[in-house]
Structures are given as structure tokens and as C-alpha cells.
């Protein structure tokens, strides 16, 4: 009896260590839409740029700014999503070959002025200081 339960022991500790590799292994979910990449529902679009074969777009919750760089259909092209609160130096920001989108940038800056942008293969746009609230 003490040997069955030794072995169910390992055989259920086999099993969940495989369940837990298999579960950290697996492909993040592509957020489907810009709000989706920033985090859901809460977020709505208060500004937006075109990019050509790309389009940045610029979310707030009512706290938080985000910045996403959607791409008009899958490819390997470079993409860039980039933000910053006025008077810091530091770009928060999410470069990379990635096939559909850069980002999620966040930042926090309620009443303050944001610089935002994104780049698409060689084309970018970088917004003044605005959206101060």
C-alpha cells in the first residue's frame, strides 16, 4: 500500500509538472484590436495618426495613456510605438519586427501634456506636447 501511494504521489507530481510546462510554453494571445492591446474596455481612442500601411493611435482610460502602432495587415515590417510626459527626456517606448502591432506604452499623466508617435517601416509621426488633462 505505501508503495501505491508513493507512486500515485509521483505520478501526480509528473502530471502537474507537465500540465505547468505546457501551460508557460504556449503563444501569447494577439490582442485583436488597439483597446484590446492596451487592455480592454476601459480605454477609448482620443487621437490617431496615419502611417500609410499603419495607423497610431492614442487611448486613454481616464488615468492612463496608451499608444499603439497598428498595422493594416500582418507583415515583418519595423514598428514603433513611443510616448513621453512633458518636461522628461525618457521615451517610454516598443520597437521591433512584430507582425501585427507595437506596444502597449503606457504612462500615467493626468494633467500633464504627452508627446506620442509611431513609426511604420520609414515613416513616423511624432506628435507636439497636447492632450493635457
Known amino acids: 500500500m505505501r508503495r501505491f501511494k508513493q507512486g500515485a504521489a509521483l505520478a501526480v507530481a509528473t502530471v502537474a509538472a507537465l500540465a505547468g510546462a505546457l501551460a508557460t510554453s504556449s503563444p501569447a494571445m ?47 515590417t519595423y514598428v514603433n510605438a513611443v510616448m513621453r510626459v512633458e518636461g522628461s527626456t525618457t521615451w517610454g517606448q516598443d520597437p521591433g519586427n512584430f507582425s501585427t502591432y507595437a506596444g502597449p506604452v503606457k504612462i500615467s499623466a493626468k494633467g500633464q501634456c504627452i508627446q506620442w508617435g509611431g513609426i511604420y517601416g520609414s515613416a513616423y509621426y511624432t506628435s507636439p506636447f497636447e492632450h493635457c488633462g
Open 30 to 76: 494577439a490582442a485583436s484590436s488597439p483597446i484590446s492591446a492596451c487592455g480592454g474596455g476601459s480605454y477609448h481612442v482620443i487621437d490617431q495618426h496615419d502611417l500609410g500601411k499603419a495607423t497610431v493611435y492614442l487611448l486613454y482610460n481616464g488615468t492612463t495613456n496608451c499608444v499603439v502602432t497598428w498595422k493594416d495587415s500582418p507583415n515583418s
